[in-house]
């Protein structure tokens, strides 16, 4: 039974690289049954669902799989991404427990920088801007101009 959910599991992860999220939501279900507790499953099941444009069907996955482990990065960063505009504390939040799970994740830090600017706390979001360009310095092209120097180490 557990070689059957790793199957189903890695079906349904090349049925997304495939762009076909529907065939792999079905894998990804298909696991659920066998497994109810497969974070990776759930957290699977909410980049489908995001996918093909269902938010609250993706909210109610990456809440299952961050219910099984809450401090697991992707399901943290991919729930923050949905929050981002209508929620921006809660997208906060979720990105500084992802930083706290994962420090050298550049991406959390770009989007807390991002946040942060639009919320006009400026010193945050330089800060989490260098945090960024520090890990992966082909980040700094998506750093708003206002911050690239900051972003630079300057």
Known sequence: MHQDANSLLQTGILQDKNHD???AARSYA???????????????????AQEVGDT?????AYERALTIDPAFPPALFNEALLVQWSKPDQAVALLERAAAANSRE????????E?????DHERKAAAEFRRAVAIDPSLLA????????S???H
């Open 115 to 119: 946040i942060w600017a639009r919320k």
């Open 142 to 149: 998506q750093v708003p101009e206002k911050f690239k120097d």
């Open 30 to 48: 298909a696991v659920l049954k066998l497994q109810p507790q497969n974070k990776y499953a759930w957290f699977d099941l909410g980049v489908a």
């Open 106 to 113: 550049p991406t959390t830090h770009l989007h807390l920088g």
């Open 151 to 153: 972003a630079r180490g």
């Open 56 to 60: 609250a069907d993706a909210h109610r």
């Open 21 to 23: 999220p529907k065939a």
